[in-house]
C-alpha cells in the first residue's frame, strides 16, 4: 500500500505565488497542500485547525511575520518541520529562521528548482538551506573557530607564575603583599605586572581583574 503524500500547510500573503507553489508541490505524488494561509496569524490557525505534516511559510507577511508564526506554531506543535520561503538572501532572517529552528530556507527565486526536495528533506528530518546561507554557516563557523583559537592562545601566554600574580592583583593584593605571598621581592612583582599587561593587552587592574573571573581565577 503507499505511504500517505506528506500534508503541507502553504502560507503566502500574494495569491498568484501561492497557486504557482501549490502547483508546483501537488505536480508530485507524495506532496499536497492540505491548507493555505495568506498572513502569519491565520497560518498559526491553520497549523491549528489542519492535521499537517509540514509548514512552509514566506518571510514577510502580515499580522505576523512567517518569521513570528513559525515560532508560534513551533512552540504549539513542537517537533513540526517548517520551511520559510523567501524572496531575501538576508543573513538575518536566515539566522533568525535557524534560531527557531526551521528546516529549510527557500528563495522564492529558486522554489521551481529547490522547494519539492527542501520538502522531502525536512520530513526526512534533514536541513535543506539556499547555497548563500550554507555559505553564511560556514563562515560563522570559520570565525567562531578562530574567535576560540585567540581566546586559547591568550589564555596559554602567562605562565603558571604570573597566574598567581593575575589572581592576587585581582582580589586587591598590594605588590608589597604579592611578593610576602609568593617570597618573592617586590620588584620581581612589578616585573611580572608589566610583562603580564604587555602579554594580554591591558592597561589596568579592571581589565586584568575582568581576565582573572573569565579564566577562572577569581569568583566574580
Known sequence: MPESPTRILLADNHELVRRGLRLILEAEDDLRVVAEADDGAEAVAQAADHDIDLAILDVA???????????????????LPIIMLSMYDSEQYFFEALRIGAAGYVLKSGA?????EACRAAVRGEPSYFPAGVAALVRAHLELERSMHRRATAD???????????????????????????????KTVERHRANIMEKLGMRDRVQLTRYAIRRGLIEP
Not at 167 to 186: D, M
Open 112 to 116: 521551481d528548482r529547490d522547494l519539492v
Open 156 to 186: 596559554d601566554l602567562l605562565t603558571p607564575r604570573e597566574l598567581e600574580v593575575v589572581k592576587l592583583v585581582a582580589e586587591g593584593s598590594t605588590s608589597r603583599e604579592i611578593a610576602a605571598a609568593l617570597a618573592i621581592s617586590a
Open 61 to 79: 507577511m502580515p499580522k505576523l511575520t512567517g518569521l513570528q508564526a513559525a515560532r508560534e506554531i513551533t512552540r504549539r506543535t513542537p517537533g
